[in-house]
C-alpha cells in the first residue's frame, strides 16, 4: 500500500508540476499568440515548440527531485519538499530566461 501511495504521490507532483510552468509561461506567450498591434509579430510557433517543451519540463523537473530524494533519504514529506523547491526555481528560471521574441515596433 506504500508504494502504492508513493507512485500516486510522484504523478500528482508531476502534474502540479506540469500545470504550474504552463500558467506561468502562458501570460509571457500571449504576446506571441495574438500578435500585438494588428496581429504583425504573430509567432504560433510558441503552441506547437514551446508549450510541449514547457509541459515536459514541469512535469520532468519535480518528478525527478522527488525521485532522487525518496530514493536518497526515504522520506515523503522530504521528497515533496525537494520537488516543491525544484518547481519554484524551475518556474522562476523559465520567467527569467524564456521571453518571447517581439518585432520591433514602428518608429513613428
Known amino acids: 500500500m506504500k508504494e502504492e501511495i508513493k ?5 500528482l507532483v508531476a502534474c502540479l508540476g506540469a500545470v504550474a510552468a504552463l500558467l506561468a509561461w502562458a ?11 494588428e496581429g504583425i509579430s504573430r509567432d504560433l510557433s510558441v503552441l506547437y515548440v514551446d508549450l510541449p517543451l514547457v509541459a515536459m519540463g514541469g512535469a520532468a523537473v519535480p518528478l525527478a527531485f522527488w525521485l532522487v530524494t525518496l530514493r ?3 522520506r515523503l514529506w522530504l521528497a515533496a519538499l525537494a520537488a516543491a523547491t525544484a518547481t519554484a526555481l524551475g518556474i522562476w528560471g523559465l520567467t527569467s530566461w524564456w521571453v518571447p521574441y517581439q518585432a520591433p515596433g514602428f518608429g513613428y
Do not use: K
Not at 507512485?7 to 504523478?11: D, H, I
Not at 501570460?27 to 498591434?37: D, I, K, M, N, T
Open 7 to 11: 507512485g500516486l504521490a510522484g504523478f
Open 27 to 37: 501570460p509571457l506567450a500571449r504576446v506571441s499568440v495574438e500578435g500585438g498591434f
Open 72 to 74: 536518497r533519504f526515504h
